[in-house]
């Protein structure tokens, strides 16, 4: 069975980077943004390497510029605005491309373990972004590719595709899936 660890990406900086080097880590994989409505769940995101870093659990931030243009600037002027706005420590890479034949390999990988999961019905974007997403294709939800901006895939100790999360879901419900994954 494939895992992220048969991949490499690259830091902010554009230095090589095995995922090999999160073995034996459960990992919060995330496409993110620095102006999207959803950019304030960087401290949601936050919170959680706090509570669990010590524990055996990283998130890899992954900006990417796809959705509204909503991540401008370059990886350097990225990662000081979260460290500025949110304090975010965990590692974030170099700015790519989820969609499209371009789309970074990791993400590829992705989106072919987990389609899409299927909105929050409740949250107040949800609305919006239904309605957007459909007048652009009827068939959205069929399609496994990312949506919007803070999709996120959450990878066991093995390196292997568990659940993949809308940005409507409420961080609660991760919590709750990566504390169990650290249990195991």
């Given at each position: 069975?494939?895992?992220?660890?048969?991949?490499?990406?690259?830091?902010?900086?554009?230095?090589?980077?095995?995922?090999?080097?999160?073995?034996?880590?459960?990992?919060?994989?995330?496409?993110?943004?620095?102006?999207?409505?959803?950019?304030?769940?960087?401290?949601?995101?936050?919170?959680?390497?706090?509570?669990?870093?010590?524990?055996?659990?990283?998130?890899?931030?992954?900006?990417?510029?796809?959705?509204?243009?909503?991540?401008?600037?370059?990886?350097?002027?990225?990662?000081?605005?979260?460290?500025?706005?949110?304090?975010?420590?965990f590692p974030q890479f170099k700015k790519i491309?989820?969609?499209g034949d371009d789309a970074e390999p990791l993400?590829?990988?992705?989106?072919?373990?987990?389609?899409?999961?299927?909105?929050?019905?409740?949250?107040?974007?949800?609305?919006?972004?239904?309605?957007?997403?459909?007048?652009?294709?009827?068939?959205?939800?069929?399609?496994?590719?990312?949506?919007?901006?803070?999709?996120?895939?959450?990878?066991?100790?093995?390196?292997?595709?568990?659940?993949?999360?809308?940005?409507?879901?409420?961080?609660?419900?991760?919590?709750?899936?990566?504390?169990?994954?650290?249990?195991?």
């Open positions: 069975m494939k895992t992220i660890y048969e991949y490499s990406v690259k830091d902010r900086k554009g230095h090589e980077v095995s995922l090999r080097e999160y073995a034996n880590e459960v990992c919060l994989i995330v496409n993110t943004a620095t102006k999207c409505g959803f950019t304030p769940q960087y401290e949601e995101l936050e919170n959680l390497y706090k509570t669990f870093h010590s524990q055996g659990f990283e998130i890899l931030d992954f900006p990417c510029n796809q959705f509204g243009q909503q991540a401008p600037g370059t990886d350097e002027s990225i990662h000081e605005f979260c460290k500025l706005n949110y304090g975010t420590d491309k989820v969609n993400y590829k990988f992705l989106k072919e373990q987990k389609g899409f999961a299927g909105w929050d019905e409740t949250h107040p974007i949800y609305p919006i972004l239904d309605k957007m997403l459909s007048e652009a294709d009827p068939n959205y939800k069929e399609n496994p590719d990312i949506k919007w901006n803070f999709t996120k895939f959450l990878v066991n100790k093995k390196g292997q595709v568990v659940k993949r999360y809308e940005p409507t879901t409420k961080i609660a419900i991760i919590a709750k899936d990566i504390e169990q994954l650290l249990a195991e």
